[in-house]
């Protein structure tokens, strides 16, 4: 059965870090990706690694913030993210690909697996 078990949410003040980390059981998988969803707001793609880690893409709007990496040993990928502001607010959630062609999905619905997410909040 797979699974995709996030956590390191929670609340921060903007200018502040956190690091979320997801940890993937039941397969291996082609990628895995970050998305996030803020309140109100659709589903938007933030950044994405190949389950070997030689590969990656992150989207304009977190990058040089953000940062994705995968574990070496275990099957985890975390999200550093940095220099976070209010408008970083959302639900982050974690998601897996099977088979991956070419270049990262960067809509939801091209990811086969997905995490229940976590939460982070930034004030100003």
């Known amino acids: 059965q797979v699974q995709l078990v996030e956590s390191g949410g929670g609340m921060v003040q903007a200018g502040g870090s956190l690091r979320l980390s997801c940890a993937a059981a039941?397969?291996?998988?082609?990628?895995m990706a970050w998305f996030r969803q803020p309140p109100g707001k659709d589903r938007e793609f933030v950044a994405a690694?190949?389950?070997?880690?030689?590969?990656?893409y992150v989207a304009d709007s977190v990058k040089g913030r953000f940062t994705i990496s995968k574990g070496n040993a275990e099957n985890a990928v975390y999200l550093q993210m940095n220099s976070l502001s209010p408008e970083d607010t959302a639900d982050y959630f974690c998601?897996?690909?099977?088979?991956?062609?070419?270049?990262?999905?960067?809509?939801?619905?091209?990811?086969?697996?997905w995490g229940q997410g976590t939460h982070v909040t930034v004030s100003s």
């Open positions: 039941g397969r291996t998988f082609s990628a």
């Open positions: 998601a897996a690909k099977g088979v991956r062609l070419g270049v990262f999905p960067t809509l939801a619905y091209e990811w086969d697996y």
């Open positions: 690694i190949s389950w070997g880690g030689d590969s990656l």
